[in-house]
C-alpha cells in the first residue's frame, strides 16, 4: 500500500532523511521508532506532501506521489492542488489534536466532508455521527473542544480524519500529550482501526505504543533506517547495538517509574 524507496531530505546542510526506504503492506500498521530528532515526523509529513524530499520516491496503491509522467516520459512535479488533492486521501493525526476550538464535535467533523468533498449537511451528519460512534463520543457531539479531555479531543481528531475517508492513517505521536490514564482509550480506537483493516504509519518514541499497535516496527537514527521487523522478535532480541541502547533506556526509564510507584 505505501512503498518509500530510498527517500533522501535535507534542511540547508542537515540531512534529515538518508536513504530511507520501507514499505506497508494494505491493511497492516508500521509503527516508526526513533528518539527525538531521528527524523519520524520528516518521514510522515513527506508522505503528506507536507514537506518536499531531494531525493527518492514514495507509491501510494502502486501510484507514484507528488508527480505524474507525461506523455513524453518526463515527470513533472504536482501543483498545490494535486498535492490538496492527495492530502485529503492520506488522513494525518498530529499530537496536538488541532481542533477547531469555536465548532463543535459533531462540526468539526462533518467540516471537511462539506466543505472539501462537497457533501450534503445530512450525509455528512451521518457519517459524522457513525465515526464519533465508533470512537466512543456521540454523547459528546454538541460539546466545544475545551470541554474534553485530552483523550476524548484526540479521539474526535481521528474520526475527522476518518470522515475524509483516507486510504492511509498517519499518526503522529498522538498519545505523547496524554495523561498516561488517558492513553488507552485512544489505543483502543486505534486497535480497532487495526480490525476494520485501515493501513496506518504511526511515529512514536514510546515503545509499549509500538508493542501494542505495531505489525512492523522500523527502527531509525539519525534519518537512516536502523533495523525492522515484527514487533515481538525486534523489541525482544533486536539485531543491532544501536537498537539494544535505544531500548535499555526504556527499560531503565520504566523500572525507575515502577521503583517510584
Ligand atoms: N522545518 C525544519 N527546518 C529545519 N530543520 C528541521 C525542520 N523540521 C525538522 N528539522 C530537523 O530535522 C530533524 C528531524 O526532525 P523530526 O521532527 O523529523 O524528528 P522526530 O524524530 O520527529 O523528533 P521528535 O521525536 O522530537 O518529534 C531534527 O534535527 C529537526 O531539528
Ligand atoms: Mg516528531
Not at 80 to 108: C, D, K, S, W, Y
Request: contains cysteine; proline residues 3%; neutral net charge.
Amino acid at each position: 500500500m505505501i512503498s518509500v524507496q530510498s527517500l533522501s531530505k535535507s534542511f540547508g546542510s542537515h540531512m534529515v532523511l538518508k536513504d530511507f526506504s520501507f514499505e506497508v503492506a494494505q491493511g497492516k500498521t508500521a509503527v516508526l521508532l526513533g528518539k527525538s530528532g531521528s527524523g519520524k515526523s520528516t518521514m510522515l509529513r513527506c508522505l503528506n506532501l507536507l514537506e518536499h524530499w531531494d531525493r527518492g520516491n514514495i507509491e501510494i496503491a502502486g501510484l507514484p506521489l507528488g508527480r505524474t509522467c507525461k506523455p513524453d516520459g518526463q515527470w513533472r512535479r504536482w501543483n498545490t492542488r494535486e498535492e490538496a488533492e492527495a492530502r485529503q486521501r492520506i488522513g494525518m493525526v498530529f499530537q496536538q489534536f488541532n481542533l477547531f476550538p469555536h465548532m463543535t464535535v459533531l462540526q468539526n467533523v462533518m467540516c471537511g466532508p462539506k466543505r472539501i468533498l462537497g457533501q450534503d449537511e445530512t450525509t455528512a451528519r451521518k457519517l459524522a455521527l457513525e465515526l464519533l460512534d465508533q470512537v466512543g463520543l456521540v454523547q459528546k457531539q454538541s460539546a466545544y473542544p475545551s470541554f474534553l479531555s485530552g483523550g476524548q479531543q484526540q479521539r474526535v481528531a481521528i474520526a475527522r480524519a476518518l470522515a475524509m475517508r483516507p486510504s492511509v492513517l498517519l499518526l503522529d505521536e498522538i498519545t505523547s500529550a496524554l495523561d498516561p490514564e488517558l492513553v488507552g482509550e485512544v489505543l483502543e480506537v486505534i486497535r480497532d482501526l487495526k480490525q476494520r483493516g485501515l493501513t496506518m504509519v504511526c511515529v512514536t518514541h514510546e515503545i509499549h505504543f509500538a508493542q501494542d499497535v505495531a505489525d512492523h516496527v522500523i527502527f531509525m537514527e539519525e534519518g537512516q533506517l536502523v533495523e525492522e521487523g515484527r514487533p515481538d522478535a525486534l523489541l525482544a532480541q533486536p539485531n543491532t547495538e544501536r537498537l539494544r541502547k535505544f531500548l535499555s533506556r526504556f527499560h531503565a526509564r520504566s523500572g525507575g517509574e515502577k521503583m517510584a510507584s
